[in-house]
């Protein structure tokens, strides 16, 4: 201390071009160099001279402000939103003559409005799920061989180009799948029919193709991409040492994937198939467009039928009347609720490992 | 089990760079061979080069002659994963797989191997874990994570993993170098231990840790930095830290250099 005499004369206050940029008082003490200064008689950034006070306001405290109301803001849309929600859909509701969860029929804009989401819940689960189980293998074949079997000048341009898959507007997959696709999955299930038609899922006497299957199919395309790319992102992460391990313990490279790689990829791979499953149930234009649009429950793939919460809303928002908007609010809400109560299981089965997850890290 | 290793000429690749210019030594069964050298000479190539684990890195070769009691390492006929359960590899960082139990860490290699039985898998979980001097720190908790162990308690973990299959040679890449010293002494016990049943090659930095255990030593070094890694001296250990042949090794144990 005492080794730069100038400096309280220059920086007595934190110095005018610190004082200007911050816009706080330093005190006499250490303060922020002002960057113009490059005179030889900077202080020390540690300091000499009187301990300076503590800054009432500054870019901490702003920050943390500004960070903390993004937070809240998060929670005041969903409180709004679902006030909204269910402000519209209780006097819909209200009105309905048939049972609401059970009721197959949608009649919202009648008289004597009758409407029940059985119908339409089952159709969105079974197309989402088919979706899944159709894709979820497709996805982790690719990313696996985008991660450990493509040599590097191929797994990069096919990485983007399953990306780019991803960033399809749905209404092109769906006209896609009305025009295009309809047609080779028409021709297959009636195949199925004909041979298989003793197997309830794919019998029925026909008219096929805009059906559950054509919907499940295109949705699987849809849901491919997100799954694959995040399931790759994890696989990549697996660590090498890890990889070593099985490898030296003698492991052929599928042993080496099947010990290392699937284990430690896991919880991510669930929580990309969460995110797939979360598009395929919210998934409307798509659906609105491939679908037969019936209200029934039936297991039957292939004959042409089919419905689902987000593809009614499409379809009949435009002519519904007061009710019947209150009526596909309420709808809406259940494929929260769906939602909801799949991602929380996830989260469940994410949960009961974490003891071997945080050990990992 | 344990078997004799014999190197000849053996140079090492990848890609364009010689990483080592032809080393040649023959490590004897049940004796512990202690590779030094400073950083980037080539030790751990030369290692990896014995179980073929230098050949997970593309473009990875070598020329010359390995061979495992008179069998070819290299021999186009041979399986890979073979040679590898053959010549078990201990790691520098301890790394037991994060989402197994110290259980099934234990066991790994054995069910790689198609092991099913419950009954085996137990006796050769406590076995393995005996050997490793980890059974009584673990015995009582063998279902929770093998990752949450301790240093020391996870490269000993390790060490079981690797002698469950029963190798008849142990390489050990630096296996102290991330641990401390009390746990560094419990893995050298450990090696003297299992030097009655398996070969044995240790790569340190630890002079002192090879002074301590290794029956025989081999020196490595490089000119410059670019420059193939080359076998300056290989001896019984003790002729290599009180009367080294070769001035650079002699240098390098004094610490003039490295």
Same mark, same amino acid.
């Given at each position: 201390m005492g080794d730069y005499p100038s400096r309280s004369a220059s920086n007595a206050a934190g110095g005018p071009g610190v004082t200007a940029r911050h816009a706080r008082a330093a005190g006499d003490g250490v303060s922020p160099i002002p960057p113009d200064d490059l005179s030889g008689n900077r202080p020390p950034q540690g300091g000499g001279g009187a301990l300076p006070k503590k800054a009432r306001f500054s870019m901490e405290t702003g920050f943390r402000g500004l960070s903390t109301a993004a937070g809240a803001m998060v929670l005041v849309i969903i409180v709004a939103i679902a006030i909204f929600l269910v402000s519209k859909a209780v006097p819909a509701l209200s009105k309905n003559d048939a049972n609401f969860l059970t009721s197959k029929e949608w009649f919202p804009n009648d008289t004597q409005p009758h409407f029940g989401i059985a119908a339409l819940a089952f159709g969105t689960v079974l197309t989402s799920v088919i979706a899944l189980i159709v894709a979820v293998p497709i996805a982790l074949g690719i990313a696996l061989f985008l991660s450990h079997y493509a040599p590097k000048r191929l797994a990069t341009p096919l990485g983007f180009v399953i990306d780019l898959l991803a960033a399809v507007p749905s209404v092109v997959f769906g006209l896609w799948g009305r025009d295009v696709f309809l047609e080779p999955v028409q021709s297959f299930s009636i195949w199925l029919n004909k041979y298989f038609s003793w197997i309830p899922l794919f019998g029925g006497d026909g008219p096929f193709g805009r059906s559950v299957m054509l919907g499940s199919l295109v949705l699987a395309i849809m849901v491919l991409p997100i799954v694959t790319s995040l399931s790759r992102e994890v696989f990549q992460q697996t660590p090498g040492m890890n990889e070593e391990a099985a490898l030296a313990l003698g492991a052929t490279k599928w042993e080496m994937i099947r010990t290392a790689v699937l284990p430690y990829g896991k919880p991510g791979v669930l929580a990309a198939v969460m995110l797939g499953l979360g598009r395929a149930l919210g998934e409307t234009i798509a659906l609105a467009l491939t679908l037969g649009i019936t209200f029934t429950i039936s297991a039957n793939l292939i004959q042409s039928g089919g419905n689902s919460i987000a593809a009614n809303i499409a379809n009949t928002f435009g002519e519904a009347n007061a009710t019947g908007r209150g009526a596909l609010i309420a709808s809406g809400l259940v494929l929260f609720a769906i939602t909801l109560v799949v991602n929380m299981a996830a989260r469940a089965i994410i949960y009961r490992r974490r003891e071997f997850r945080d050990s990992a890290a | 089990m344990a078997k004799r290793i014999e190197a000849s000429n053996v140079s090492s690749y990848y890609g364009s760079f010689k990483a080592i210019d032809s080393i040649s030594m023959t490590v004897e069964p049940k004796t512990i061979t202690a590779l030094?050298? *400073?950083?980037?000479? #080539?030790?751990?190539?030369?290692?990896?080069?014995? $179980?073929? &684990?230098?050949?997970?890195?593309? $473009?990875?070769?070598?020329?010359? =002659?390995?061979?495992?009691?008179?069998? /070819?390492?290299? %021999?186009?006929?041979?399986?890979?994963?073979?040679?590898?359960?053959?010549?078990? &590899?201990?790691?520098?960082?301890? /790394?037991?797989?994060?989402?197994?139990?110290?259980?099934?860490?234990?066991?790994?290699? @054995?069910?790689? $191997? #198609?092991?099913?039985?419950?009954? +085996?898998?137990?006796? !050769?979980?406590?076995?393995?874990?005996?050997? !490793?001097? +980890?059974?009584?720190?673990?015995? %009582?908790? +063998?279902?929770?994570?093998?990752?949450?162990?301790?240093? #020391?308690?996870?490269? =000993? @973990?390790?060490?079981?993993?690797?002698?469950?299959?029963? *190798?008849?040679?142990?390489? &050990?890449?630096?296996?102290?170098? !991330? @641990?401390?010293?009390?746990?560094?002494?419990?893995?050298?016990? +450990? &090696?003297?231990?299992?030097?009655?049943?398996?070969?044995?090659?240790?790569?340190?930095? /630890?002079?002192?840790?090879?002074?301590?255990?290794?029956?025989?030593?081999?020196?490595?070094?490089?000119?410059?930095? #670019?420059?193939?890694?080359?076998?300056?001296?290989?001896?019984?250990?003790?002729?290599?830290?009180? $009367?080294?042949?070769e001035k650079k090794t002699e240098d390098y144990i004094t610490g003039r250099f490295g």
């Open positions: - | 030094i050298g *400073p950083s980037g000479c #080539g030790k751990s190539t030369f290692l990896r080069s014995i $179980n073929r &684990m230098h050949e997970v890195l593309p $473009n990875a070769r070598i020329e010359g =002659r390995l061979t495992i009691d008179d069998q /070819n390492i290299y %021999d186009p006929d041979v399986d890979v994963t073979a040679v590898r359960r053959m010549i078990g &590899m201990v790691f520098q960082r301890p /790394n037991p797989f994060p989402t197994m139990s110290i259980y099934e860490n234990a066991v790994a290699g @054995l069910k790689l $191997n #198609g092991v099913k039985k419950k009954s +085996l898998l137990d006796d !050769a979980a406590e076995k393995s874990l005996r050997s !490793a001097n +980890l059974w009584d720190e673990v015995k %009582d908790r +063998l279902n929770r994570p093998g990752a949450g162990l301790s240093g #020391g308690q996870q490269q =000993r @973990l390790c060490i079981a993993r690797t002698i469950a299959v029963q *190798p008849q040679v142990v390489l &050990m890449d630096e296996p102290c170098s !991330a @641990l401390d010293p009390i746990s560094t002494l419990a893995i050298e016990d +450990l &090696m003297f231990k299992l030097k009655d049943q398996f070969t044995i090659i240790i790569v340190t930095h /630890n002079m002192q840790q090879a002074a301590r255990v290794s029956d025989k030593t081999g020196f490595f070094s490089i000119d410059k930095t #670019g420059e193939p890694g080359r076998l300056i001296e290989y001896a019984d250990t003790q002729k290599i830290f009180s $009367n080294p042949t």
